[in-house]
Structure formats: structure tokens, C-alpha cells
Nanobody
Framework: QVQLLESGGGLVQAGGSLRVSCTIS????????MGWFRQAPGKEREFVAR????????DYADSVKGRFTISRDNAKNTVYLQMNSLEPEDTAVYYC?????????WGQGTQVTVSS
């Protein structure tokens, strides 16, 4: 059974940094893209960042460009999101996402709270 487990969320002051991680168990996803989404209270889930299998193709939402960095370690089946210069508007539950064929996998999410 495939499971995605996020970790690393927490409370940080505006301007601070956090790194969230997502480790996948159950099978390897070294040949598929992996991504991060987030959902703030009362809002729809939105795309944050995506990285292809070898890390050579990366996309970011405009709202996080220049502040967030996505990376992956295929040997560890893990994807990371380094978040710098955090703003209160970044407060949300952050979800890891993998799509393999017709199947989409999500983690349970990790809370990131940025205080002003």
C-alpha cells in the first residue's frame, strides 16, 4: 500500500524558514513527478511546486517563486520543500502529491503556521 508521510511543519515568525519533507513508502516513485499543494482555511487547495523525476524540470506557483525551493532524493523516495521568507499568507496545510498513471496519491498534510 502506498503511503505519503509529510513532516516538518510548525509555527514560525514571518521572515523565517521551514523545510517540509514527504517520504513515500510502499513503492518507488523515482520516475514520476512529485509535487506540493497547500490549503488555507476557507480556501481551495492550490498548487505550490512540482519537480520531475530527475529534478531538471521544476515549476512554482507565482506566489512562492524566489522564496520556496523543491527538491527530491530518489534514493530515499523523499521530496522536500524549503520555504524561506515565509509570510502569514503562507499559513496552510501542506500536502505532498504524486500521480502515477491514473492514480493520484496524497499525504495527510502538515500544518505550517506563519505568525506576523
Amino acid at each position: 500500500q502506498v503511503q505519503l508521510l509529510e513532516s516538518g511543519g510548525g509555527l514560525v515568525q514571518a521572515g523565517g524558514s521551514l523545510r517540509v519533507s514527504c517520504t513515500i513508502s510502499g513503492r518507488a516513485f523515482s520516475s514520476t513527478a512529485m509535487g506540493w499543494f497547500r490549503q488555507a482555511p476557507g480556501k481551495e487547495r492550490e498548487f505550490v511546486a512540482r519537480i520531475n523525476w530527475n529534478g531538471l524540470s521544476i515549476d512554482y506557483a507565482d506566489s512562492v517563486k524566489g522564496r520556496f525551493t523543491i527538491s527530491r532524493d530518489n534514493a530515499k523516495n523523499t521530496v522536500y520543500l524549503q520555504m524561506n521568507s515565509l509570510e502569514p499568507e503562507d499559513t496552510a496545510v501542506y500536502y505532498c502529491n504524486v500521480v502515477s498513471g491514473l492514480t493520484e496519491y496524497w499525504g495527510q498534510g502538515t500544518q505550517v503556521t506563519v505568525s506576523s
